[in-house]
Nanobody, 115 residues
């Protein structure tokens, strides 16, 4: 059973940056498609970014050019670098790992963008 732990959330002012990390309990996450999702109060969970096992990346239009997803193989983790944050980025951010038909979720980390 893969366990995922997100970290790096917090309170930041508009225009600031945060770096989220999704760490796995296995030797490597390389075989998994890792996705970042977020859910704001009163809204449905939405996909933000993902990276596949072959390194292909995807970004939602709302974060394109501001967020970058990458693998940190030494730490068995996937990072989401978030720059130029906006108040509308405020949400709980979740990490998802998917391989074949199996999917795992982390517990989430709160990101709040406010002055």
């Amino acid at each position: 059973q893969l366990q995922l732990v997100e970290s790096g959330g917090g309170l930041v002012q508009p225009g600031g940056s945060l770096r989220l990390s999704c760490a796995g309990s296995v030797i490597t996450l390389d075989d998994y498609t890792i996705g970042w999702f977020r859910q704001a109060p009163g809204k449905e969970r939405e996909g933000v970014s993902r990276i596949t096992s072959d390194g292909s990346t995807y970004y939602a239009d709302s974060v394109k050019g501001r967020f970058t997803i990458s693998r940190d193989n030494r730490k068995k983790a996937v990072a989401l670098q978030m720059n130029t944050l906006k108040p509308e980025d405020t949400a709980v951010y979740y990490c998802n790992a998917r391989i074949s038909i199996v999917s795992y979720w982390g517990q989430g980390t709160q990101v709040t963008v406010s002055s």
